[in-house]
């Protein structure tokens, strides 16, 4: 079980970085209410949880970071989540995201490809009372027992968009995915018209940990 305390001081650096995101350009109020009500820095270790609620990503080990807050907001809100949609989430990571989507009524399927960080994950989630079905492998490859899925989220760099993940998204669902080289990428959100049709639209750049797979780096 938790063993950290979600304090005053906590609490308003959480606000402060909403009112942050808001500058920034969010302005969808449940992505931003889930923001204000996870503890993000249950997802750091102690000695480093004064960094937080800095919006900026962070090492997580593994050579893997969690995402800055804008980033993380940024995606969902392009996931347009419907309570009860079923998303699968590519790069558990921290968890953090995950919880996010949770916290939005999203049913969430996550996979993550090193099994040290799964597991520590899924003991958080558990932790905080968040449901997701989560297992350890190749996320490039998708889930295919649970799909279709009505949302996809990529939370690491892809050199070309997986056809894989494609195939298991419902007609009329929507992939976010950033794709471009090793340095930086470009966000694409990609709604599904037909099984051969994908609409693509290119938002900012980012920079994203490599997605590592069968169709990925």
């Known amino acids: 079980m938790l063993n950290r305390e979600d304090s005053y001081k906590n609490k308003g650096a959480r606000k402060k970085l909403v009112a942050l995101l808001k500058e920034k350009g969010i302005t ?10 996870i503890p993000r820095h249950y997802f750091f270790d102690k000695t480093f949880e004064s960094h937080a609620y800095e919006d900026k990503a962070f090492p997580i080990g593994e050579g893997q970071t969690i995402s800055q807050p804008y980033t993380v907001a940024y995606q ?3 996931l347009h989540i419907n309570k009860g949609d079923k998303v699968l989430e590519i790069g558990t990571g921290s968890g953090y995201q995950t919880c996010v989507l949770a916290h939005l009524g ?15 994950a899924q003991t958080l989630l558990k932790d905080l009372g968040y449901a997701a079905t989560c297992k350890s492998g190749d996320g490039t490859l998708g889930w295919q027992d649970f799909a279709p899925f009505d949302k996809i989220i990529v939370t690491a760099g892809a050199p070309v968009m997986p056809k894989t993940l494609a195939a298991q998204l419902n007609i009329g669902g929507i992939m976010v995915i950033p794709v471009g080289n090793e340095h930086t990428q470009e966000m694409w959100s990609l709604v599904k018209k037909s099984t051969k049709t994908l609409e693509k639209i ?3 750049s980012f920079k994203f940990v490599p997605l590592i797979g069968q169709n990925g780096w």
């Not at 969808?28 to 009500?37: E, K, P, R, W």
Request: aromatic share 4%; proline share 0%; net charge negative.
């Open 202 to 204: 290119v938002h900012d």
């Open 76 to 78: 969902t809100q392009l």
């Open 28 to 37: 969808d109020n449940a992505v931003l209410d889930a923001m204000l009500a």
């Open 106 to 120: 999203a049913d969430v399927y996550s996979i993550e490809r090193l099994e040290k960080l799964s597991t520590k």
